[in-house]
């Protein structure tokens, strides 16, 4: 399809494994964008990249959280030492646009990938 | 920083009544604003956006929102909802001051329509 796409949909993990989600963003896409939905919280953004380079990463909560984009198209957001804190639904957007003053440079985001940490 | 507050986790309406969703910001620059909606296991999706000019802003699905800027609000509101407009409301706002189009949320309102 054209959209975003994510994978693994559902993800179940036992505590202390590592996990790898991955986001396919919209073909040509310039900005990828990784945000964290705790159960009944909006999302949080996490991490910034414009093609290949990560821009911003301040949201990551901790430095089990890493994310990459080799090649300025999927990304994967790998998460080490998963914790019980870790379950939530981690969305991926994308925006055909990158840099400053774009407002209208809207952001499709993907279905999520659901991750229970048990 | 900027920061967004939707007063109401969850609105219950009958189908065919009105209703509104309330949306209030803070920030010290310039912001603009945008209403998401997301159906259960699925992503979100784009209702509408202000980004300058009219501060009534109509999007699909038949909503709209009016951005005032003296009360820092972006109601959402639509004259007539469907069963089909249940789902999971969010506000958000972007400030240009991060260089990027960083989108903070709100927590969400929950629109519950019933027959």
């Known amino acids: 399809g054209a959209g975003v796409s994510q994978s693994p949909r559902y993800k179940v993990a036992k505590r202390g494994q590592d996990v790898a989600l991955r986001c396919d963003p919209i073909?040509?896409?310039?900005?990828l964008f990784w945000y964290q939905q705790a159960l009944g919280q909006g999302p949080e953004f996490l991490t910034y990249?414009?093609?290949?380079?990560?821009?911003?990463k301040s949201g990551l909560p901790s430095d089990r959280f890493f994310a990459e984009r080799p090649e300025g198209s999927v990304s994967t957001l790998k998460i080490q030492r998963t914790q019980q804190e870790d379950s939530a639904v981690y969305l991926c957007?994308?925006?055909?646009?990158?840099?400053?003053?774009?407002?209208?440079?809207?952001?499709?985001f993907g279905p999520g990938t659901r991750l229970t940490v048990l | 920083a900027q920061s967004v507050t939707q007063l109401d986790s969850q609105v219950p309406v009958f189908e065919e009544a009105p209703v509104e969703l309330r949306c209030n910001y803070s920030?010290?620059?310039?912001?603009?604003l945008f209403w998401y909606v997301q159906y259960p296991n699925q992503g979100l999706q784009l209702l509408l956006k202000?980004?300058?000019?009219?501060?009534l802003v109509k999007g699909i699905n038949g909503f709209e929102a009016e951005f005032n800027k003296s009360q820092t609000s972006f109601h959402l509101r639509k004259p007539s909802v469907h069963i089909s407009d249940t789902a999971e409301y969010f506000c958000a706002v972007i400030t240009m001051n991060t260089g990027f189009q960083k989108l903070v949320f709100g927590t969400g309102t929950r629109l519950l329509v019933s027959p």
């Open positions: 073909s040509g896409h310039v900005s």
């Open positions: 202000y980004l300058s000019g009219s501060t």
């Open positions: 990249f414009q093609n290949e380079a990560q821009l911003d």
């Open positions: 920030s010290s620059v310039s912001v603009y």
């Open positions: 957007a994308s925006s055909s646009k990158g840099g400053i003053g774009l407002a209208d440079n809207e952001q499709f």
